[in-house]
Nanobody, 121 residues
Framework: VQLVESGGGLVQAGGSLRLSCAAS????????MGWFRQAPGKEREFVAR????????YYADSVKGRFTISRDNAENSVYLQMNSLKPEDTAVYYC???????????????WGQGTQVTVSS
């Protein structure tokens, strides 16, 4: 599975962005998909994940109520709608694919190259 993120950019605090992740490969619909982020000088952290059918979602406490993860298996894509953005959301955002329903980044087998999100105050 190859993953390519898009949709990052510069936005003011309180604004919104929608990240997209396009996947190649016929088995996309069988994978749990996750979003992670990494800010400068910090470790990569879990943001959200969605089950292969899109029924089961889970969020980090820091984004709960502001971010929404979704997927379209017919389009081989996963999305992250980010609302009420804060400066502390600034990071490189990565999408990733895992066989298991998990939040641990070490269990994700495939990763995109990342897309930068910068939130100005």
């Amino acid at each position: 599975v190859q993953l390519v993120e898009s949709g990052g950019g510069l936005v003011q605090a309180g604004g919104s962005l929608r990240l997209s992740c396009a996947a190649s490969g016929r088995t996309f619909s069988t994978y749990t998909m996750g979003w992670f982020r990494q800010a400068p000088g910090k470790e990569r952290e879990f943001v959200a994940r969605i089950s292969w059918r899109g029924v089961n979602t889970y969020y980090a406490d820091s984004v709960k109520g502001r971010f929404t993860i979704s997927r379209d298996n017919a389009e081989n894509s996963v999305y992250l709608q980010m609302n009420s953005l804060k400066p502390e959301d600034t990071a490189v955002y990565y999408c990733a694919a895992a066989v298991r329903l998990t939040t641990g980044f070490y269990e994700y087998d495939y990763w995109g190259q990342g897309t930068q999100v910068t939130v100005s105050s």
